[in-house]
């Protein structure tokens, strides 16, 4: 949350290991989302509403600039979840540092109609025309995931609504639920609480079958609180999702300094739970984003917030340099193992596109891409960016665009492939070939890309932000000074890099608490 000139992020965390377990929630805060000060925990087990966990939740600032965060307590050995709530202890203290919960928690207990160990993640509550606030919560009922609703008059007695908010059949348990406003014609971000007919509403659930993130747009009829999906919206576990990789849990939230509502997500370990162990860490947020509606309508822009730039170092440039079918150029004079690319390839035809064969699932497109790597020859690519590659190619994390012909239309498939990123022994360790479709104009025979590489990480942004790929990767050679950037084609067709600026990236300093 921003409060009073400070970003605020609370998170999961086990002060015990790097595993999973002794969940509170931990504390930074920040003036700029990039220099980032430890706090104390924020909210830990010490009351019989929450003594087994203090599991996520959403803030809210209340009439009279006063924050209250909303949280799931664990209160028994059996998972049974209750909400809870919290608020500052101090508010003129500008860090929040202590947080006290109330006598009277908990707020919300689940009715015999609920699942109580599938009952948890309050969102940021927002106001209706009728003055009364209300809060989704994720959950379950056998296989059918549901998003509870609950309204209040004054934050404190809350009643569910005799239906959800929504639901789905056959998705399993929501966890993480996100429901917000996006402006269908405006640039802006918008306060959760607004609605009119210039908005669509957008609904996130994070599904723990999955692993996945999934949302669709759609109408938030205020009347009866029902949220309808747009009728071309995918409802479930083939819908569009933020990002197409590792990337869970994400919270999105209003940001009124600059009038932007942004988006960050978890990324944990793809690495063995050893080696976890062994670095006494696990779990990463990554880049915050933006979030806008395509001017399209029909799906979500993500883009790097506009402060991650202040790090950027050194530059390069290249311009109007073509890649044949097989070649490679070198980005050199920047820091590869932590830079910013950014880059828009062109092609003079699509005539090479390859035919999209009718017996492969258009919704699995990870699975099409294991079968049609970077090093499968095609048509109209592969081409796009080997990131953290080492000298010789032993070891590389390809970031590629592949354009295929489907009937009437092409189809441009987007690939984060992790199974070449490390020589490291891979017993316990996910390295899958991430990748989602792009619904990209492609009258221009143009395709953008930007990545973003820390070491451990390349969050990729296809298409101005339509598609999404964060990758977690372990190099053991191409590390530091080692880490070598190229980009490349390995299609037929000829294609052209248009411009390409790339950023040596510097880190934010490490503050103290």
Not at 164 to 170: F, K, M, N
Not at 176 to 199: R, Y
Not at 314 to 323: E, G, H, I, P, Y
Request: hydrophobic share 35%.
């Amino acid at each position: 949350m921003y409060y009073n000139g400070i970003y605020h992020l609370f998170y999961q965390y086990n002060p015990k290991g790097a595993v999973w377990g002794n969940i509170v929630w931990a504390h930074s805060a920040s003036k700029d989302l990039i220099n980032w000060q430890r706090l104390e925990n924020a909210i830990y087990p010490s009351k019989p509403f929450d003594k087994y966990g203090c599991w996520s939740g959403s803030a809210t600032v209340l009439p009279g600039n006063k924050p209250i965060i909303l949280y799931t307590g664990i209160i028994d050995q059996n998972n049974t979840q209750v909400q809870n709530y919290a608020v500052p202890a101090n508010l003129s203290d500008p860090y929040l540092r202590h947080w006290v919960k109330p006598d009277n928690n908990p707020l919300i207990v689940s009715d015999e109609s609920i699942n109580k160990t599938a009952f948890r993640d309050p969102t940021t509550a927002w106001m209706g025309r009728d003055g009364r606030w209300r809060i989704s919560i994720g959950g379950r009922r056998k296989h059918r995931g549901i998003a509870y609703l609950y309204r209040s008059k004054d934050f404190i007695h809350w009643v569910k609504a005799q239906h959800p908010l929504h639901t789905s059949a056959g998705t399993g348990n929501w966890e993480c639920p996100d429901f917000f406003p996006v402006s269908v014609s405006g640039k802006n971000g918008l306060d959760t609480s607004v609605m009119g007919s210039d908005v669509k509403h957008v609904l996130k659930v994070s599904l723990d079958v999955t692993r996945y993130e999934y949302y669709t747009l759609g109408t938030y009829f205020t009347k009866n609180d029902r949220y309808v999906p747009d009728e071309n919206m995918v409802d479930g576990w083939n819908g569009l999702r933020y990002d197409y990789g590792n990337f869970y849990a994400s919270k999105s939230f209003f940001d009124p300094s600059k009038k932007r509502r942004i988006l960050w997500g978890w990324a944990n370990e793809s690495d063995a739970t050893v080696d976890d162990v062994k670095k006494g860490w696990a779990g990463i947020q990554l880049i915050p984003r933006t979030i806008l509606l395509d001017p399209n309508g029909k799906q979500l822009l993500q883009w790097p917030i506009e402060e991650v730039e202040t790090l950027r170092g050194k530059k390069v440039k290249l311009s109007n340099q073509k890649l044949a079918k097989g070649e490679k150029i070198e980005i050199k004079g920047i820091t590869a193992a932590q830079a910013d690319v950014d880059v828009t390839f062109s092609f003079d035809s699509l005539d090479k596109a390859e035919p999209f064969d009718p017996s492969w699932d258009r919704y699995d497109a990870q699975k099409l891409c294991s079968q049609k790597g970077s090093t499968v020859q095609g048509g109209l690519g592969p081409f796009g960016l080997l990131t953290l590659a080492s000298k010789n190619l032993e070891e590389y994390t390809p970031v590629f665009f592949r354009v295929f012909k489907d009937q009437n239309k092409h189809l441009v498939l987007m690939c984060s492939d992790a199974s070449r990123s490390s020589l490291k022994d891979g017993t316990g360790a996910y390295r899958p070939s991430f990748a989602g479709f792009v619904d990209a104009d492609l009258t221009g025979k143009k395709l953008s890309l930007r990545s973003l590489i820390d070491n451990s990480v390349v969050e990729s942004f296809g298409a101005e932000g339509k598609t999404c790929i964060s990758s977690r990767v372990y190099p053991t050679l191409a590390i530091y000074g080692n880490a070598h950037l190229y980009a490349f084609n390995n299609g037929t067709q000829t294609v052209k890099i248009d411009s390409l600026n790339a950023w040596s990236m510097n880190s934010p300093p490490l503050m103290n608490q």
